[in-house]
Every structure is written in C-alpha cells, then in structure tokens.
C-alpha cells in the first residue's frame, strides 16, 4: 500500500442532481465554500457508455474527504455507480475518508440491502448491463451503507458542513487522520472503558504504550472527537516537558490556561462535565497536582492520561488501561499479510520474527503522516 497521495480538495462532493441539486446540495455547497472548506462539486451525469475521467479520477484522489449523498434516485444512474465504485477503492486503500449522507433514505434497509425503491432501481439495471457490473455497483453500495453516517434533510446542512468542518480540525490536529491504522477498533474498544453515559463520579482511563507518536495521536484524536460532548474540556501535552525544572503547582497554572471555558475557576468546575486530556505523564507527582483540578470535576467527567509507564498508572490506581501497542502490532501482522499474500507458513514465521524485533518501531510510527509505506519501507 502506497504513501497517502497530497491533498488539492478538503471535499469531493457526489450526490444525485435530480433530488438534491436545487436544495440541500446547493445548500450545503455555499455553506462549505463560506467555511473556506476547498470542495470539488461533481455536478455532471454520465451518459450511456460514458467512462469516469481521468481528471475525476484524479480529483477523488487528491481530495481528503467524499462526502456522498445518497439519495431516493442515487441507484437509478449509472454515473454515481460508476463513481461509488471508484471512491470506495480509493476508501479501501485508505487514500480518502467517506463520509456518507443518507438523504430521505434508510441506511440498512434501503441501501444496504437494497430494498424498495432501491431494489427497483437495480433490477432495471440488469435488464441493461453486464451481471458483472451491477453486481460491483451492489457490492460498493452495500459496503458503503456500513460506513458511519447521518441521515438528513434540506435543513441540514449547516450541521453537515458543521461536522465535515469538525473532522478537518481533527484530521489536522494529528497531521494526517486517514493513516490513524485501526482508528476504528481504537475508538470501539476506549469507548468501552471511557462509558460517556455515565454520571458516577469522576472516570480516570489511562492509554499506555512505550512509544510516544501513537499514544499521542491517539490521545489527540479522541479528545478532538469527544470535546464537545462536554461542559469543559481540556488537552495538556507534552506533560514530561512542560513540568521540566518547574515546581507541580505549574501544571495547575496549565490546566486553568488551556481549559475551553470562559473564566475557570474550581468553583465554576464543580458542577461541570469535564474532558482532561494529559498527554505523555511521566511522574506520579505530576498526576498528584492535577488531582486539585480534577477532584472537583463533576459527575459524568472523564479524566485521560497518556504515559509509557504502565506502572505509573497501577501505582495512582488507575484500573481501566487501554494497551495502544499490542493492537498495533497485531495490525502490522495483517499488513504484511495483505501486502505481500504469503501462503507458506514456514515464509510467514520467518516475518513473525521480524516483527517481533520491529514492534516498538512499529508503535512510534505507526500514526505517522506517511502511515503503511513508512513502516513496510523501513523495516
């Protein structure tokens, strides 16, 4: 798998003109072109026999996000086919994100399993095309109705563009979020231990791994995803560096200067659902002086350390660990199963070996903006 191709568009936008152009698109595309949000509008149909052009190709490729709106009339043309098929290789390879927008339409009923209007649509396309091809337009639909998405309606769009805005600061923030490898199965398995809709107290969940750049990454990500689900958040990195030579009362000064609220206090923070994110934490002294802050948290708050000392953690009684490195190994194990198909069970021990000695490598670069080829090319 090749090194992520460099973005020209923030946003390939695809979508049905015939249901959606003069409302919710037309909407949509102002308020995307108002947020400075560089969009690439395909507004074209595809005529019978008509191949995508290279130029498209090209403009799917160089963008970071397919937004895709599928709609009651989507399966009807060929082109936006013919188009899915070609952005959901793109997402198979890792080279775009999907963000899909299901427009008067039910995600799992009518376009994953194609039923209704859907199922109509398809059956008029086998009556005219190859079973080969249409068989690829229902493959690519069904895969991409599994992706994540909302449902919306002319109103929307402000919120979508609102949302697409969101991911794009998220994406920046970690440099480049497409090569977060496994950013799912990460987020799946801390939500579980995070449990956001409860009010018990304070929740401490610490994330360990040896090497810095994932935990990192990983911290940034979930705290860009989160934040806004709470009353007052806050994001402290490089907490090693920060409390260098400097007494533990600094990092209090840090928590109340970086804090997303007008005017911290603890006063103002009792009651409060609060985010506190603190990156790479090396001391218990550390953890100690932030204790001031948090312990005056409200009920539903969730506090996140990030450390590469696993101890640290069982020493200040933190029982909820989520361990970065061993996923990210087992996800190198499936990428050298996938890039180079080994068959031979002898072959593939020998790698086993290597990886074994590639593992803390693996964890720091991992997350990094140059993702697979970076670790494939170095190890």
């Keep these: 798998m090749s090194c992520a191709t460099a973005t020209k568009y923030d946003v390939f936008l695809t979508f049905r003109g015939l249901d959606t152009r003069r409302n919710f698109i037309s909407f949509l595309y102002q308020e995307l072109v108002r947020r400075k949000i560089r969009t690439f509008k395909d507004d074209k149909e595809l005529k019978n026999g008509q191949r995508i052009s290279p130029e498209l190709k090209r403009a799917i490729e160089e963008s970071r996000f397919a937004v895709v709106v599928v709609s009651q009339n989507y399966a009807a043309s060929r082109w936006c086919l013919k188009e899915l098929v070609k952005i959901m290789d793109f997402e198979n390879k890792d080279s775009i994100t999907v963000i899909p927008i299901f427009y008067g339409v039910e995600p799992a009923g009518h376009v994953r399993w194609q039923t209704g209007v859907v199922a109509e649509h398809f059956k008029k396309h086998e009556s005219r095309e190859k079973h080969e091809k249409v068989l690829q337009w229902k493959q690519a639909l069904a895969a991409f109705a599994q992706l994540s998405g909302d449902c919306s309606g002319d109103d929307d769009s402000k919120l979508v563009a609102h949302e697409i805005s969101k991911k794009m600061k998220i994406f920046a923030t970690i440099s480049n979020g497409r090569n977060l490898v496994g950013i799912d199965t990460h987020m799946k398995e801390l939500n579980k231990k995070l449990d956001l809709n409860s009010n018990k107290g304070v929740r401490m969940v610490g994330i360990w791994a040896r090497g810095g750049e994932g935990r990192s990454a990983l911290a940034k990500y979930v705290y860009q995803d989160m934040c806004q689900q709470f009353e007052s958040h806050c994001f402290l990195g490089n907490v090693k560096t920060v409390s260098q030579g400097r007494h533990s009362a ?14 911290p206090s603890k006063q103002t923070l009792k009651n409060q659902k609060v985010l506190l994110v ?5 001391k218990l002294e550390q953890l100690e002086a932030l204790a001031g802050d948090f312990s005056s948290f409200g009920p539903g708050s969730v506090v996140i350390i990030t450390t590469q000392d696993k101890q640290l953690l069982t020493s200040y009684g933190i029982k909820d660990v989520y361990e970065v490195e061993y996923l990210t190994f087992q ?8 890039q180079f198909a080994f068959k031979k069970r002898d072959f593939f021990a020998a790698f086993q070996w290597a990886l074994c000695r590639a593992t803390n490598f693996a964890t720091e670069c991992f997350f990094s903006t140059s993702g697979y080829g970076k670790v494939t090319d170095q190890i």
């Design 278 to 282: 603190a990156d790479d934490v090396d």
């Design 331 to 338: 996800k190198v194990c499936q990428l050298f199963r996938r």
């Design 250 to 263: 600094h990092l209090h000064h840090e928590f109340l200067q970086n804090i997303q609220r007008e005017n």
